[in-house]
């Protein structure tokens, strides 16, 4: 079952809405100080704590409870990230073109979520394709997709100035 998603960012902020047919459904929230990112997905919380202040991966928690449910590694050389679900599932998130304005998360046999900036001046937006049949599942993929790419952005952002 495909479902599409979009997103927008308006300029300064650092919420990343993620809206089903023009209704937010969920959204991305990074700190202005703050190393910890909260991920909310048609009611279920999540929280992306980074490892250490050294370290740029992140562990991901269900927020409720404070359950720990997998890991991000983001690697230092390329414009992918690896991510494990303390079930055993393993993705990998990669950009897939130059501008990288086009990526996917893959698990071994498919492509899973696919997730395309289309548009970028006062606003960023896209959209967000998923290919997963398990409702929460699929919406703590399309968060995870929505946070490595915006940890790569802002990245890329510091890396220039």
């Given at each position: ?54 370290n ?36 990998v ?59 790569y ?9």
């Amino acid at each position: 079952m495909r479902n599409t998603f979009n997103y927008i960012k308006k300029a300064l902020d650092n919420k990343i809405g993620i809206l089903e047919r023009e209704t937010e459904v969920g959204y991305v929230q990074f700190g202005n100080f703050k190393t910890d990112v909260a991920g909310v997905f048609k009611d279920k919380k999540y929280l992306f704590k980074k490892k250490s202040f050294w370290n740029s991966d992140y562990e991901i928690y269900r927020d409720d409870n404070q359950q720990l449910i997998g890991e991000v590694v983001f690697s230092n050389w390329k414009q992918k990230a690896e991510i494990t679900l303390i079930n055993g599932e393993k993705f990998v998130m990669q950009s897939k073109n130059f501008w990288s304005t086009k990526w996917s998360l893959d698990d071994t046999n498919r492509d899973v979520v696919d997730f395309e900036q289309t548009k970028y001046f006062w606003t960023d937006e896209g959209t967000i394709t998923a290919n997963v049949h398990d409702n929460e599942k699929m919406g703590l993929l399309v968060l995870l997709s929505t946070f490595v790419n915006f940890v790569y952005r802002r990245r890329s952002a510091a890396a220039a100035s």
